[in-house]
């Protein structure tokens, strides 16, 4: 299995402009989570989803943050407008049955918004 | 005070020394993660433990719950071990939350 594949790597983009990241799951897993990482708040939790349906998303930032999950081998997070603050890496990861077994991460996306 | 707790938060090595790396939390959990995170790269996970102790390769992570506290090694360390190394619990009432820790960045020197 290719593991947890995000697209694109890197992402420089001009404040306003919409953004999409992407994820493909791992092939078998039903629970997939985005993260966002920074330097200042390290590794926090945007969604969960659980067969495709989003669980929690309660660390979605606001509204011009969204994530789908449209099958079970496919997911967007999408800024729109986006703005300088949302410059992080952001992390995909899949595991079976939520947090029962372990995850596995992409290799991330690093977004910088100028 | 944070919920997960590394220390050290920094730790540098000679090439074939004995790494310890710890973790210390707070709430009742049912699950402890150990994850690897090269600079600039992605986020690997090493371990998940409930219980007791376990190994791969030069790794060993330990785990006791009733101190609630986790500990990672690394026999013979080599300069690819270098990166930093995250600790995270799933609460109890959680099936899904994971707690982080700040992470240790180790480097090891030649």
């Known amino acids: 299995d290719a593991g947890v594949i995000q697209s694109p790597r890197h992402e420089v983009t001009e404040m306003g402009q919409e953004v999409t990241l992407r994820c493909k799951p791992i092939s078998g897993h039903n629970s997939l989570f985005w993260y966002r990482q920074t330097m200042m708040r390290g590794l926090e939790l945007l969604i969960y989803?659980?067969?495709?349906?989003?669980?929690?998303d309660s660390g979605m930032p606001e509204d011009r943050f969204s994530a789908k999950m449209p099958n079970a081998s496919f997911s967007t997070l999408k800024i729109q407008p986006s703005e300088p603050r949302d410059s992080a890496v952001y992390f995909c990861?899949?595991?079976?049955?939520?947090?029962?077994?372990?995850?596995?991460f992409g290799q991330g996306t690093r977004l910088t918004v100028v | 005070k944070n919920e997960v707790e590394q220390s050290p938060q920094n730790l540098t090595a000679q090439e074939g020394e004995f790494i310890t790396i710890n973790c210390s939390y707070s709430?009742?959990?049912?699950?402890l993660h150990w994850l690897q995170q090269h600079p600039g790269g992605g986020i690997v996970s090493l371990f998940m433990l409930s219980s007791g102790k376990k190994k791969h390769g030069r790794l060993i992570a330990t785990i006791n719950i009733q101190e609630k506290h986790s500990s990672l090694h690394i026999t013979a360390s080599h300069p690819r071990d270098s990166a930093v190394y995250i600790c995270a619990v799933r609460a109890r009432d959680s099936n899904y939350q994971l707690i982080w820790g700040a992470g240790t960045k180790l480097i090891i020197k030649p």
């Open positions: 709430v009742g959990i049912s699950a």
């Open positions: 990861a899949s595991s079976f049955q939520g947090g029962g077994t372990e995850a596995f």
């Open positions: 989803f659980n067969n495709n349906v989003p669980i929690d």
